[in-house]
């Protein structure tokens, strides 16, 4: 059935997608607020290579990195995984193209026509929508139109035949899209789409903004291509519009509305990683928090002085584990996820080295006597909006409420935490200094995978690695043609591999520099992997993270609750006290001269043999450093309270209140440690010595009551100096009582890499 000429004006309208039409609906994250209607045509799309309506679908169907560039992008815009172009190459386009089933078959893909503006810049709403019916009373059907846009200055349109009172979704269904004023961003099902994209643009040309990521596809030269049918590939694909997000104050931005598809979508496929879920979900009250704290450093102009950007954040995390893999990163959203849920949610302070109640957070949904209690959440939401609020049901008054209260409570102490801990500044500099060095490269390369994206950089050398075994297995198997042309690719890859690896050193180099930018020792290269060591092991770790902040948290609220609030109140007078905080830490962290260097080192790293600063210096590990003593265990998130009892010795402030209240839980900390150490040498001592803890006979035990003694405190003088007579002797007495087993060696402890996130 034909159409025929329907329009008696110039449209703008320069794409067109015929198919079947259908609706679904997306439920926004406020319980409360409607639905938000979807409209979208099926269809698919071929390598019809003509020039028409379906090359053009190809030359549009684009992924969001190569639409909008990170920092125009908002966390609230963050719509998808990146894409493992390693995996596209080496899986993905192989299945296409290996011999034998002639037909080759994906699920669809899902796109959206997202509105932009000048420059590509992302609106939150499309033109107002129009309908219009055109009778066509001689062939007996009517054309129905919905439209986006004024005549002339359209943005889509979707086109639907009636016949006889009823909408035909399969007859001759078009949607037609300005791509100047729509971009059809993938939304799910990048990866298979990118499959089919790299096939048409080694054949068609490359954009240019692709050159981060196009020499994983190189191998599949034009060439290589015409050997094979590539007609009889298809890929089906589903495009959506949201008809009603129209106007200034849409009921959800559309970039929300491809978010809440995204998670629909794959709710039951193959699982997004945990952070980026985390990043993804509306439905938590947790992430609105954490995407603000990432959403405040995305702000950051390139060249302010402050040098905190987001590229030092790990936005998403290998196989769900909290230990960072990328090398400019200081943090990461599991770290930040980690933090927050203690440090809102943790409803008995700890006391010691003990957390109670530290477990399944994620099924902590009544939040009464924790978020609330510590957002002042009674009081700006009203008793009963506050009675019908949980951590996965709030409406959004409430979540803007709490937003503000958590920005002015928790979030300026977190920023100010990353940008002035010294170890933190100088890791920032560092990286920014290489990134400033990187730019004006006309290789984009090594930059995009050291600042741009996420897993970019491990993304690349797993593609190497790949290639590298599949060159192995064709020489094994006398493929001399394949293997050569695969060396010849990996020889390139490799070259390029060792430029962003010399970059990274440089990196590594560059923050030891700065963070002992005025000590003689700055200049020794055989600090380097000590330093290293030191950020990879401690600095770097969520434990380490909880700990900075959760220390300062946990303690304003004692000592704020002894005015009768038990919370933080964000004012003037409490951030003196945290950059008091922090100054203490830096006294440490940020050593000025040589001998505080040889200090940070014996107490976190290992005993520095030789003459400090010449050729025979060396750092070895050693059990009888403080970091050894007190944290003995394997590193997991809810170690955190070891790393407060060394924050606790440094922090010593001019409050007499303040420091009444931390001399506390000092003094009550040491003999956690003291205990545990004591306790662990008698385990250690019995199993050399073969003989039950029961059978130590009395002599030993003092014996090693002294040595754990004396170790204790010759590690912790290190830390902070000789020790007041009257703390010396409270130290060596509190040994004198029965030791009971610690907690640690009734539960087993897991590894940094095991969290409770669900």
């Given amino acids: 059935m034909g159409l025929g000429p329907i329009l008696s004006y110039t449209s703008v309208l320069d794409l067109r997608v015929e198919g079947a039409l ?13 639905s938000i209607p979807v409209k979208y045509i099926q269809t698919h799309i071929t390598f019809d290579l003509d020039g028409g309506h379906k090359e053009r679908l190809f030359k549009n169907l684009l992924p969001v990195r190569e639409i909008f560039q990170t920092k125009d992008l908002g966390f609230e815009d963050l719509m998808q995984r990146d894409i493992d172009d390693g995996r596209v190459s080496t899986e993905l386009i192989k299945y296409l193209l290996e011999p034998g089933s002639a037909v080759k078959f994906f699920p669809p893909i899902v796109a959206v026509v997202v509105p932009v503006g000048p420059q590509n810049k992302l609106l939150s709403s499309y033109p107002d929508i129009t309908e219009e019916r055109i009778p066509d ?25 009636e016949v006889g009172g009823e909408l035909m979704e399969f007859d001759n269904a078009r949607l037609r899209i300005n791509t100047n004023k729509c971009k059809i961003v993938i939304v ?62 849409p009921p959800m931005r559309v970039t929300e509305a491809c978010r809440a598809v995204f998670l629909a979508l794959n ?18 009250l947790v992430p609105f928090f954490e995407r603000a704290i990432l959403e405040e450093v995305k702000s950051y102009d390139p060249d302010s002085t402050n040098r905190l950007r987001l590229w030092n954040f790990e936005l998403d995390a290998e196989k769900d584990r909290s230990v960072l893999s990328t090398t400019v990163a200081l943090s990461g959203v599991m770290h930040l996820h980690l933090l927050l849920e203690r440090a809102l949610m ?54 803007k409420s709490l937003q503000e209260s958590f920005a002015k409570r928790y979030l300026r102490y977190i920023i100010k935490g990353f940008q002035e801990f010294y170890p933190y500044t100088a890791l920032a ?48 198997l006398k493929r001399v043609k394949q293997a050569t042309e695969l060396d010849a690719i990996l020889g ?36 380097y992997s000590s330093i290293d060591k030191l950020y990879k092991e401690d600095l770097t770790t969520a434990a380490f993270q909880i700990g900075l902040f959760a220390t300062f948290f946990f303690m304003m609220e004692d000592y704020q609750g002894q005015n009768g609030e038990l919370r933080l109140t964000g004012d003037e007078a409490e951030m003196e006290i945290f950059e008091e905080y922090l100054a203490c830490l830096n006294s440490f962290f940020a050593p000025k001269t040589d001998p505080n260097v040889k200090r940070l080192l014996h107490v976190f790293v290992g005993s520095v043999n030789g003459t400090f600063g010449a050729s025979n210096m060396t750092v070895v590990p050693s059990a009888s450093t403080l970091r050894s003593i007190v944290i003995p265990v394997e590193l997991k998130p809810d170690e955190w309270p070891r790393f407060r009892y060394i924050f606790l010795e440094l922090w010593r402030p001019m ?37 039950d803890e029961k059978q130590l006979s009395e002599a030993a035990e003092t014996r090693l009551k002294k040595d754990a003694r004396n170790q204790f405190e010759g590690a912790l003088v290190e830390l902070v100096g000789k020790l007041p007579e009257a703390e010396h002797n409270a130290l060596h007495a509190s040994l004198d009582k029965p030791v009971p087993p610690t907690e640690e060696e009734i539960t087993p402890s897991t590894s940094e890499e095991e969290t409770d996130i669900e």
């Avoid at 010399?502 to 700055?522: D, G, I, N």
Wanted: proline share 4%; aromatic share 8%; hydrophobic share 35%.
């Fill in 267 to 284: 709710k039951n496929a193959r699982p997004v990683t945990r952070a980026r879920n985390i990043l993804l979900n509306d439905r938590d």
């Fill in 429 to 476: 500099t560092a990286a920014s200094d290489v990134e400033i060095l990187l730019r004006p490269q006309t290789d984009k390369r090594p930059h995009s995978m050291l600042f741009e994206g996420q897993g970019v950089l491990r993304v690349f050398r797993q593609y190497v690695e790949q290639l590298t075994i599949e060159a192995r297995e064709q020489r094994d």
């Fill in 22 to 34: 259908g609706t679904f609906s997306v439920t926004p994250a406020a319980p409360d607020a409607p």
């Fill in 655 to 691: 409050n007499a209140r303040l420091a009444e209240l931390i001399q506390g839980y000092r003094t009550e900390s040491r003999q956690d440690v003291l205990n545990a150490f004591y306790r662990q040498k008698v385990k250690i001592y019995c199993k050399e010595k073969g003989i």
């Fill in 188 to 249: 799910d099902g990048q990866h298979r789409a990118m499959a089919l994209l790299a096939l048409y643009r080694n054949i068609k040309g490359w954009p240019d903004n692709t050159a981060a990521f196009r020499h994983y596809y190189t191998r599949w030269s034009a060439e290589h291509l015409s050997q094979f049918d590539l007609s009889k590939i298809t890929l089906p694909i589903a495009i959506c519009a949201f008809p009603t997000l129209t106007g200034e104050h």
């Fill in 137 to 161: 009373e001689q062939r007996g059907f009517t054309t129905c139109i919905q439209r986006s846009g004024p005549k002339g200055k359209e943005s889509f349109e979707f086109e639907q035949l």
């Fill in 492 to 527: 390139e890859l490799r070259i390029l591999q060792e430029t962003v690896t010399k970059y990274e050193q440089e990196f590594r180099q560059k923050r030891t520099q700065k963070l002992l930018a005025e000590t003689a020792a700055s200049k020794l290269p055989v600090l």
């Fill in 346 to 399: 943790l409803n008995q302070k700890p006391t010691g080295f003990h957390v109670h109640g530290t477990s399944n957070y994620w099924l902590r949904k009544n939040i009464d006597d924790t978020i609330l209690r510590r957002l002042d959440g009674a009081n700006i939401l009203g008793a009963e909006l506050a009675s019908n609020t949980t951590r996965h049901s709030f409406t959004a008054e409430c979540l």
